[in-house]
Structures are given as C-alpha cells and as structure tokens.
C-alpha cells in the first residue's frame, strides 16, 4: 500500500497563493490516480482536483478552475497542488488521495488518504 503525507498549508490572505504537496512512499506513486479533496468546517468533503498517473490529464472542480493547479513529479513520488487567488471559502482541511483505479472527474472512494493540511484564508 502506499502511505501519503501532505504539507504547505497555513494561513494566507485573500489573493494570496499556497502550494501543497502530497508525498508517497511504499509503493510508486505511478500506480495511481492522485486527488485533492478538501473538507470545510461542518460540510461534506468536495472534490478539489486529479490528475491521471501519467499523461496528464487533469479535472477541476468549477469553484477553483482557473485558479488551482494539480501536477505530479513520479520521479520525486510526489503531487502538488498551486492554489492562486485564494478566497476565504477556499478555507478547509485539504487531503491528498490516491486509488489504483481510473480517474474520475468528480468525488470517488480513494483507497488511500493523507491525513490533510489546514488551509486558511483570511479576508
């Protein structure tokens, strides 16, 4: 199985930017479809973002199309995701997550999950 460990959350005013990366280890992170899901306080987790295992296709969700990227870097066993033009309604836990199985453009049960980053942002 593979393990991952987000980090570069923190606090960032509105208009700022963040960029959080998701770390893999025990298993190649090529093996997987990579997510980006985030969970604000008091509502349902909502998909962020994927990226496929390696030819770049990516989704988005609407809320932050234009402003977020995801990549991935199978040499480091590592994703990302740059976050620009941040709002305070992009203040949330984000999680990293990984799954053996195709990519989606939406929410999915991700085998795998980081245990997230706190993102805030102030207005």
């Known amino acids: 199985q593979v393990q991952l460990v987000e980090s570069g959350g923190g606090l960032v005013q509105a208009g700022g930017s963040l960029s959080l990366s998701c770390a893999a280890s025990?298993?190649?992170?090529?093996?997987?479809?990579v997510g980006w899901v985030r969970q604000a306080p008091g509502k349902e987790r909502e998909f962020v973002s994927a990226?496929?295992?390696?030819?770049?296709?990516?989704y988005y969700a609407d809320s932050v199309k234009g402003r977020f990227t995801i990549s991935r870097d199978n040499t480091k066993n590592t994703a990302y995701l740059q976050m620009d033009s941040l709002k305070p309604e992009d203040t949330a836990v984000y999680y990293c997550?990984?799954?053996?199985?195709?990519?989606?453009?939406?929410?999915?049960?991700?085998?795998?999950w980081g245990r997230g980053t706190q993102v805030t942002v102030s207005s």
């Open positions: 025990g298993r190649a992170l090529i093996r997987y479809t």
């Open positions: 990226i496929s295992r390696s030819d770049g296709t990516t």
């Open positions: 997550a990984a799954d053996p199985g195709p990519l989606s453009r939406g929410m999915k049960e991700y085998q795998y």
